[in-house]
C-alpha cells in the first residue's frame, strides 16, 4: 500500500466518525499546516465528499481543491450549534490564519450589523459594518449584507422608524417648519424630523422594534402567513407573491449571530494598553495588570474531560505560557471539579515559588466556576491574586471579595480585553478535546 494510499484511507476512516452536525473542518498538511477551512451542514457527510474514493473534485471543485487533498495528511474539526454559527467561524478563521488555498473571506470585509441608537432623543435605525463604539444597540452580525437590506423596508413599514443621519432633538422649534421626506408620505416613517410625532410616542415605536428583533418574530410571521393565503383565495397573486417574499426576508432576518459570541477584531478594535489601564480601574489594583492567565475545560458528556491555561502578557497572547491538561481526578460531567483540578494543578508551583503568579486570573464562567477556583487555593494555603470570571451569556465579570457581578458597557476595554482572553482559552480547551476524542476513536 502506497503511502498516500495510507493517508486517504486514514482521512476516509475519520470522516466517518465525525459528527452529523453543523460546524468547520480544517485539511492540514503533514506538518500540522492548515491548508483549507470550510463549513458544514453535516461535518460527517462533508468531509467524506472530499475523500471517498468516487470524489471527482477536479470537475466539481476545480484543481486548486484538488490539488489541497493531495496534501492534505489530517482533518480537524470545530462543532458549531449552527449553520450560522459555523459560517461565522468559518469567516473568523480564515481571516485570521489566511490558509494558502482558500479565495474567499480572506479580505478585511467585515459582517454587517443593524444599529440602533440610543442616545438619541428619536433614536435612528441603520445598516453598518463600524458600528458606533458607544451609545448604540447592535444586532448581529448578519450572515448576507443584501437579506438584511431586503429585510429593512419590511421592518420600517411596521415600525416606522426613521433611517436619515439628521440630527433632531425634541426641543428644537424649527422642527414645526421642516418639510418630513417621501418615507413619512408613503407611511414608512413617522416624521420626527418635522414634529409629526412626540418624542414618547416614537421611544414606543423602537420599543417594540427592539422587541420583535429579540424575539423570533413567530406572531408577525403568522400574521403575514394568513394575509398571503388570503391574498391567494382572492386571487390576488401579485401581493400573495409580494407577502411571501416578506417572509422570506422575515426568515432571513433570524440568520445573524451574537455580537459577545461572534466578535469581529477589525471591527471592536481594542488598544491592549487601554484595556488594561480600564481593567486595572475596574478591579480596584494598584497598578495595571502586565499579565492575565484564562482557564477553561471541555468535555463531551463527560468523557475526553481537559482542561486549558492561556497566558496573555501585555494584552497580547504569549503561546510559550499555554498549558493542557487532561484531567485526571474527576469522572463524569463535574465542570466545577474540573475547574477546581487544573487551578490547583497549575498553582500550586507558584505557591511553592517555584513559577510566577500572574497579575490576574480569568476563569471562562459564572460564579460556581469562580468559587470552585477558589476552593483550589484553599487547600493551598495561600491566596491568589485578582480571581474573576466571565460567563457568556450576561458578560458580568465575578470576584471573590464583591457578591454583585460587575457589568461592563458592552465596548468597555476592559471587557474587549477580558473577552479575548476568555474565548481563546475555550478555543484551546476545544482543541486539546478534539485531539483526544479522535485519539480515543483511532485506538
Known amino acids: 500500500m502506497s503511502k498516500r494510499k495510507a493517508i486517504l484511507d486514514d482521512l476516509r476512516e475519520k470522516a466517518g466518525q465525525l459528527p452529523d452536525q453543523p460546524g468547520v473542518y480544517l485539511f492540514k498538511d503533514a506538518k500540522g499546516v492548515v491548508l483549507y477551512i470550510g463549513k458544514a451542514k453535516s461535518l460527517r457527510n462533508r468531509v467524506a465528499s472530499y475523500v471517498q474514493p468516487g470524489a471527482k473534485l477536479l470537475q466539481s471543485r476545480g484543481p486548486e481543491i484538488e490539488r489541497m487533498i493531495s496534501l492534505a495528511a489530517d482533518v480537524d474539526v ?17 481571516k485570521d490564519i489566511q490558509p494558502r488555498f482558500n479565495e474567499r473571506l480572506k479580505d478585511d470585509k467585515s459582517f454587517p450589523y443593524l444599529q440602533i ?64 421626506c417621501l418615507l413619512y408620505n408613503i407611511k ?11 418624542k414618547d410616542d416614537y421611544r414606543e415605536q423602537i420599543a417594540r422594534l427592539r422587541g420583535f428583533l429579540e424575539s423570533k418574530g413567530s406572531a408577525f410571521r403568522k400574521t403575514l402567513e394568513e394575509q398571503m393565503r388570503a391574498a391567494a383565495k ?4 401579485e401581493r400573495a407573491a409580494e407577502l411571501r417574499d416578506e417572509i422570506k426576508a422575515l426568515e432571513n432576518l433570524q440568520q445573524r449571530g451574537l455580537v459577545a459570541e461572534h466578535p469581529q477584531p477589525e471591527v471592536f478594535f481594542v488598544d491592549p494598553a487601554e484595556g488594561l489601564r480600564r481593567l ?72 511553592m515559588n517555584a513559577e510566577l503568579f500572574p497579575d490576574v486570573i480569568l476563569i471562562d464562567g459564572g460564579r460556581g466556576q469562580l468559587s470552585a477556583a477558589g476552593g483550589a487555593f484553599d487547600g493551598l494555603e495561600f491566596r491568589p491574586p485578582a480571581l474573576i470570571s466571565l460567563a457568556k451569556k450576561e458578560e458580568l465579570v465575578c470576584t471573590l471579595d464583591q457578591n454583585d457581578p460587575i457589568r ?13 482572553v476568555r474565548d481563546e482559552a475555550h478555543r484551546f480547551a476545544q482543541h486539546y478535546h478534539h485531539i483526544l476524542r479522535r485519539k480515543t476513536t483511532l485506538e
Open 408 to 420: 461592563l458597557a458592552r465596548n468597555d476595554p476592559a471587557l474587549r480585553l477580558l473577552q479575548s
Open 117 to 180: 441608537t440610543t442616545r438619541e432623543d428619536f433614536p435612528r435605525v441603520q445598516i453598518t459594518r463600524r458600528p458606533q463604539p458607544r451609545g448604540a444597540k447592535l444586532y448581529g452580525p448578519f450572515v448576507h449584507a443584501s437579506e438584511l437590506r431586503a429585510a429593512l423596508p419590511l421592518l420600517q413599514r411596521v415600525f416606522k422608524f426613521r433611517t436619515c443621519k439628521l440630527d433632531i432633538t425634541a426641543d428644537d422649534e424649527n422642527r414645526r417648519r421642516f418639510r418630513p
Open 188 to 198: 414608512q416613517c413617522t416624521g420626527p424630523c418635522g414634529d409629526r410625532v412626540r
Open 280 to 351: 486595572g480601574e475596574v478591579l480596584n489594583l494598584p497598578a495595571p495588570p502586565r499579565t492575565i492567565e484564562g482557564i477553561d475545560v471541555a468535555h463531551l458528556q463527560g468523557k475526553e474531560s481537559c482542561g486549558s491555561l492561556v497566558c496573555f502578557i501585555d494584552g497580547k497572547p504569549f503561546k510559550n505560557g499555554y498549558r493542557r491538561y487532561k484531567i485526571r481526578t474527576v469522572e463524569g460531567n463535574d465542570d466545577f471539579a474540573s475547574i477546581r483540578e487544573v487551578v490547583w494543578r497549575r498553582y500550586k508551583q507558584a505557591g
Open 234 to 237: 382572492a386571487l390576488q397573486f
Open 78 to 94: 470545530l462543532v458549531c450549534q449552527s449553520e450560522v454559527d459555523a459560517l461565522l467561524r468559518e469567516s473568523r478563521l480564515i
